[in-house]
């Protein structure tokens, strides 16, 4: 036999619709309850915008290249790494900035009926605190704007113009023209509030979401949700703005110490120069000489072009040793060493430039970082991998340029010893004149680079470029509307399910046919809904009502038990007192008395006996109990019923103080035997299981027991120990009878496996005499 039917079924949308369809009241109140909620909800919820910008700059690592005039015109500039861009942009230093100068820290609000609102636009003033790091706290200051007067009227101050500076308390503020303001729809009070500047700034980098808008590109997306879509704007293209200066500011640093360098060598060589001519002035007017000789010509314009390239190498040697001071310098910042100045060597130039770049992100990184921060740590391993190398090639140049300015000097000193047999005069004059272009070449060379300077100072450009400006989307991103509504009906629908399941779930006694199948093996044979009427007797001629339908149906569910002219004799018991054990025996005795066999109903709960009122028939009359002790024959027990011709029942008599005794005493099954011959079947009533063990001792004497469970009243921790139980004490060939189903939720229902507790059998209304219930009253059943 299969004895778990229904345990495990498929999944089945419409056993879901079934089970909580009952309750549709309570779901629809829940969904209206919860849409109003949402309703007020999105009213007062001030919507949410997204502003979005992106930037592009300039990674060493992606590459961006640039025309090669505009490599000239920035010599300056650097390339940069998109990472270390996105925590400058999220440093704490840009961001009090942002917060200072769109004054932040000074919100302006509408007061509402039920929420303040953002007066960024709508007011005409905005707030300025001159020393904003030391603001003090304050939540409501309250104010109005006289137009005509150009005035704010401010409670303890009287009137204050715009524009001046007064103190407040503990701070310095004034009142300055608001260049968006919009007239409100509707005039409200106006109030100001103080919010601490650090406070501001760490939650505007918590707000601002800042990356990369893909892992190839270097275009960093910058994206803020604000309630006040231009508030928004201004706060990312004034970062955007703080952003490019910082970085115009660094470079502009590096261009001014280059352009005061080259300065301050021009003003000596041009010192030295303007000696030099005034010393041939002198002797030309002393000595009186014109013109030189074609061979002091000569000489002079070898010697002079060895100078000049001893010159060149000694300024490359100065150059090379001021490098050096500045590579083996603390910290690497003992002065500007532009590269333009620098030798020839392109290695040596593009060494120096790393390092001018890598120390120019350590400081700008050093500004908004901890000292201890990944990247800071790597850009001083990266510069102290740079200085060996430029040291080596400081030195090998050093050595090379040593190496010709000897063999220049040796050159050098042959021409003088020629130069010796010249005359005294011009060979004076030679010497002077050479000084002279010495300085002279010294001094076209720094004007040149000072130039050069100038040019890239004034066409200094940051090293980003704006792609798109701030812009604000144009529909709200929170609340959104569909959204909230649907999880409305979804939590509406949650707590309905919530309420059913738990009302079901913390019931301690059985609710449904599942639960008898999973507790106990035992088949369910039959189930038996719950009817108000008071009758105990409602199965009975041209009755076709549910309840007298379903006691046919159980009529024929008892060959699955083997009930037949043979096996007869059907004990029905229960858990305990009022599952309605006396209420199926009777109808069942009906029910088959219906189909013309011979029925004998025993009432055998000899201490609770409730058989004997049904049949009208007096409490302590002659029964069972006066055959047990010999006082009354078989035929004087035996009665007629009125409930049908064919039915006849035995009382159990008075109420012995010793019924278990009075069982065992032999005499029941002599009666048993000798009532077998006369009737078709027999059906004992007995006392219930749990506190008693007449059942256990009637059951050897019967051919199968129909258990009584009922529906919302046997306890579950009863039919959990049934069969546990039974191994001890058995009852024979048990089948279970669910009784007293109950429709669910509000109205009524029929008592199918969805709607109902059982599975049923598809008739609609319970027992057409059956009185309504309440609303109420239903849904607590």
């Known amino acids: 036999m299969n004895n778990h039917l229904g345990k495990e079924e498929d999944f089945d949308i419409s056993n879901v619709l079934y089970k909580y369809v009952p309750y549709w009241p309570l779901f629809v109140a829940s969904v209206i309850v919860f849409i109003a909620a949402a309703f007020i909800y999105l009213r007062y919820t001030v919507p949410v915008y997204q502003i979005s910008a992106n930037i592009l700059v300039k990674d060493e690592k992606k590459g961006l290249n640039e025309s090669s005039i505009m490599e000239s015109l920035d010599m300056f500039g650097s390339k940069k790494i998109v990472e270390n861009e996105i925590e400058v942009l999220k440093s704490r230093t840009l961001m009090k900035q942002v917060v200072t100068n769109l004054q932040l820290y000074a919100p302006v609000f509408n007061e509402g009926r039920i929420k303040d609102v953002s007066a960024y636009r709508t007011s005409p003033v905005k707030v300025e605190v001159k020393h904003a790091d030391s603001i003090t706290a304050l939540s409501k200051v309250y104010f109005t704007f006289d137009s005509a007067k150009n005035s704010v009227a401010l409670k303890g101050k009287g009137l204050v113009p715009v524009n001046q500076w007064f103190i407040y308390k503990k701070d310095t503020l004034r009142f300055i023209p608001n260049t968006l303001y919009s007239p409100p729809l509707e005039k409200r009070q106006f109030y100001f509030s103080f919010v601490n500047l650090k406070q501001q700034v760490g939650g505007l980098i918590q707000g601002i979401d800042i990356s990369p808008v893909s892992k190839q590109a270097t275009v960093i997306g910058l994206k803020l949700n604000d309630e006040v879509p231009r508030r928004g704007e201004d706060i990312l293209n004034e970062l955007i703005r703080v952003y490019n200066r910082a970085a115009i500011e660094d470079k502009n640093i590096l261009a001014s110490n280059t352009l005061a360098f080259v300065e301050e060598r021009l003003r000596g060589v041009t010192d030295e120069l303007g000696k030099v001519e005034e010393a041939i002035q002198r002797f030309k007017s002393n000595k009186g000489i014109v013109d030189i000789s074609e061979q002091g010509k000569l000489f002079l314009g070898s010697v002079q072009e060895n100078d000049r390239k001893i010159a060149e190498m000694n300024m490359q040697l100065a150059v090379l040793d001021q490098v050096e001071r500045y590579v083996l310098s603390k910290q690497g910042n003992a002065g500007i060493v532009p590269s333009t100045l620098g030798p020839n060597d392109p290695v040596l130039s593009q060494l120096l430039q790393s390092l001018n770049d890598l120390q120019l992100q350590y400081e700008r990184l050093r500004k908004t970082t901890a000292e201890n921060n990944p990247l800071l740590v790597s850009l001083q391993d990266q510069i102290q991998q740079v200085k060996p190398n430029i040291i080596e090639n400081i030195r090998n140049q050093r050595s090379s340029l040593q190496a010709g300015r000897s063999n220049l000097n040796i050159n050098s000193n042959r021409y003088t010893s020629l130069l010796r047999n010249i005359p ?44 798109d400006v701030a812009e604000a989307s144009l529909v709200p991103v929170s609340p959104k509307r569909k959204i909230v509504y649907l999880i409305a009906v979804l939590a509406a629908l949650g707590v309905g399910i919530g309420i059913v399941l738990t009302k079901e779930l913390l019931n301690q006694n059985i609710l449904f046919r599942s639960e008898i199948e999973r507790f106990v093996s035992w088949p369910v044979i039959g189930e038996i809904t719950f009817s108000e009427a008071n009758q105990s007797i409602v199965v009975g001629e041209g009755k076709r009502n549910v309840i007298a339908e379903q006691f046919r149906q159980l009529r024929t569910s008892l060959d699955y038990l083997g009930i037949d002219q043979n096996k007869k004799k059907i004990l029905l018991t229960s858990t305990i007192s009022g599952e309605g054990k006396s209420f199926i025996a009777v109808n069942m005795a009906a029910s088959l008395a219906l189909t013309g066999k011979k029925i004998l109903l025993i009432e055998l709960d000899l201490r609770k006996p409730k058989l004997s009122p049904m049949f009208e028939i007096k409490p302590g009359s002659v029964g069972i109990t006066n055959y047990f002790i010999g006082k009354a024959r078989i035929d004087e027990i035996i009665q007629k019923t009125k409930v049908n011709a064919n039915l006849d029942f035995i009382a159990s008599g008075p109420i012995p103080p010793n019924p278990s005794e009075l069982i065992l005493n032999g005499k029941l099954q002599e009666l048993l035997e000798h009532l077998e011959k006369v009737y078709d079947f027999i059906l004992i009533d007995t006392a219930p299981v749990a506190p008693v063990t007449d059942a256990h001792i009637l059951s050897k004497f019967c051919d199968a027991t129909l258990y009584i469970i009922r529906h919302g009243y046997t306890p579950k921790v009863h039919v959990k120990r049934l069969e546990e139980n039974n191994k001890i004490r058995g009852l024979k060939n048990v089948a279970i009878i669910f009784n007293g189903l109950k429709g669910r939720g509000f109205g009524k229902y029929g008592y199918g496996y969805g709607y109902g507790y059982g599975y049923g059998y598809g008739y609609g209304n319970v027992e057409s005499g059956e009185k309504k219930k309440g609303f109420l009253e239903r849904f607590k059943a």
């Open 424 to 467: 005294q005069n011009e060979r004076e004059l030679l010497e002077i004149s050479r000084q002279q272009a010495i300085k002279n070449n010294i001094y076209t060379f720094l004007l040149q680079k000072r130039e050069e300077t100038a040019l890239s100072f004034a066409s200094t450009v940051a090293d980003s470029r704006i792609v």
